[in-house]
């Protein structure tokens, strides 16, 4: 058997996001009314109550919000066979408050602190679904 993390399932909501995700561009929702980016996608704008919203490419630039390593607890088989993993916030460098959640791949606890600058990559989870997660910046050039 196989394991991988669990596989997304678009909404009508997210499926330009999951687009975009699978063709290696992060699409995030914007209203353009009030020019407010938000994520996750809804029906209505969280500042402005528009029903105008689009996608569109952010840069995939951030910084770490917070981090945590999580020792036990996990549901998801996946999950329990990595343990401990490394999970936490990102904050999008495109507007305060731009949130998504990730795992910190090639990152050990000891890498991470607050404010960190991270940039997107997409991972391959399983053939055909790709996922958004985010790589400290200096452990990308450390790679290299």
Request: aromatic share 10%; with cysteine; proline share 7%.
């Amino acid at each position: 058997m196989i394991l991988h993390p669990p596989l997304p399932v678009a909404d009508d909501l997210s499926q330009a996001f999951w687009e975009g995700v699978n063709e290696r561009r992060l699409l995030v929702q914007r209203c353009a009314a009030c020019r407010r980016f938000q994520f996750p996608p809804d029906a209505s704008c969280a500042s402005c109550s528009s029903t105008e919203l689009s996608f569109e490419e952010v840069s995939g630039r951030g910084a770490v919000f917070s981090f945590t390593e999580t020792v036990s607890g996990a549901r998801h088989p996946y999950f329990q066979s990595i343990s401990p993993y490394l999970v936490g916030l990102v904050q999008l460098e495109e507007q305060e408050g731009l949130i998504f959640a990730s795992n910190f791949p090639g990152s050990e606890y000891a890498d991470l602190e607050i404010g960190a600058p991270v940039d997107v990559e997409f991972q391959e989870i399983a053939e055909g679904a790709v996922i958004p997660q985010f790589r400290l910046r200096t452990v990308r050039l450390a790679e290299r």
